[in-house]
Nanobody, 115 residues
């Protein structure tokens, strides 16, 4: 079955960086777009970034544009999210999801931005 395992979260200071990874298994990774989404405490789930199956097309929410970079390695069945210039409002549980939406997703990795 579809399995998505996120890692790389943690505590970062404002202005700092983190790199999230999502290891995928149970499906043909290279034919699916992938999405990163997040859920902050008390808020709904929002998509953060998307990448096409071949990695050529990427999309970002306005809130992270210019700070986050999504990428993927189809040989390793892994999608990444490089997060730079982190802000307190980036604090959330981050998920990766298969496809353009946020349906099948992993358990998430917690990102906390605090001084």
């Amino acid at each position: 079955q579809v399995q998505l395992v996120e890692s790389g979260g943690g505590l970062a200071q404002p202005g700092g960086s983190l790199r999230l990874s999502c290891a995928a298994s149970g499906f043909t990774f290279g034919i699916y777009a992938m999405t990163w989404a997040r859920q902050a405490p008390g808020k709904g789930l929002e998509w953060v970034s998307k990448i096409s199956s071949d990695g050529r097309d990427t999309y970002y929410a306005d809130s992270v544009k210019g700070r986050f970079t999504i990428s993927r390695d189809n040989a390793k069945n892994t999608v990444y999210l490089q997060m730079n210039r982190l802000k307190r409002e980036d604090t959330a549980l981050y998920y990766c999801a298969r496809g353009w939406g946020v349906g099948a997703r992993g358990q998430g990795t917690q990102v906390t931005v605090s001084s």
